[in-house]
């Protein structure tokens, strides 16, 4: 697979709460063009929402979020998740993420935290929380140091705010729930969510 960087401008960050719901958003989501689906590891059934993405959605690139320990990293995969996020990382998740035989981004918020992982080797990674820890001025300021990482900011990042973080060099995509309103979930308004995600994709 190539980067799940690059897959998409913008990665949606999905909350299932009901599986029911799980194939039809995710194809409202791939039919507007954002194949990458971030399912967070939220509710009891997420992990039931990635195998059914999975199993009926083959256009579909789904992951898994908010992974923070090897038994997630396992399940997720096992699922069938072909890439993995979490909020931030430590050694012993990060020796999972490697061995998981999947693509991961590893969440980063310090300077020091992305040091850390570009000497083990990881130029990728997931920047959380994305406007609480600094947003595009911080990322600005981290590309001179440090150009080789690459970020997918994510965390309190709207439509209007996504175009200037992907304007950054040093970002791949960002990550976002706002093609996903709450209203257009509960009335199953998949329509709404594909129109919302080609809005999304055409960001770049």
Do not use: H
């Not at 990322?139 to 140091?145: F, Q, V």
């Not at 970002?171 to 329509?191: E, F, H, N, Q, R």
């Amino acid at each position: 697979m190539t980067s799940v960087l690059d897959l998409a401008p913008v990665v949606p960050v999905v909350v299932v709460d009901d599986v029911a719901d799980a194939v039809p958003l995710a194809r409202a989501l791939v039919a507007g063009g954002l194949p990458a689906i971030e399912v967070t590891l939220r509710t009891p059934v997420a992990l039931e929402a990635i195998r059914a993405i999975a199993a009926e959605v083959p256009d579909a690139v789904v992951g898994a979020g908010t992974v923070i320990s090897a038994r997630s990293v396992t399940d997720s995969v096992t699922a069938g998740a072909r890439f993995l996020v979490s909020p931030g990382w430590t050694d012993t998740l990060l020796d999972a993420m490697r061995t998981s035989g999947v693509p991961f981004l590893p969440g980063v918020s310090t300077t020091s935290e992305v040091v850390a992982l570009l000497e083990r080797g990881v130029t990728e990674m997931k920047f959380f929380p994305a406007e609480a820890a600094g947003g595009t001025a911080y990322l600005k300021a981290l590309s001179g140091p440090l150009p080789q990482a690459r970020f997918c900011p994510t965390g309190g990042i709207s439509l209007a705010s996504a175009g200037t973080y992907l304007a950054l060099g040093n970002v791949g995509c960002v990550g976002g729930s706002w093609m996903l309103p709450a209203d257009a979930i509960a009335a199953k308004d998949w329509d709404r969510v594909e129109k919302l995600a080609r809005e999304a994709a055409s960001l770049r």
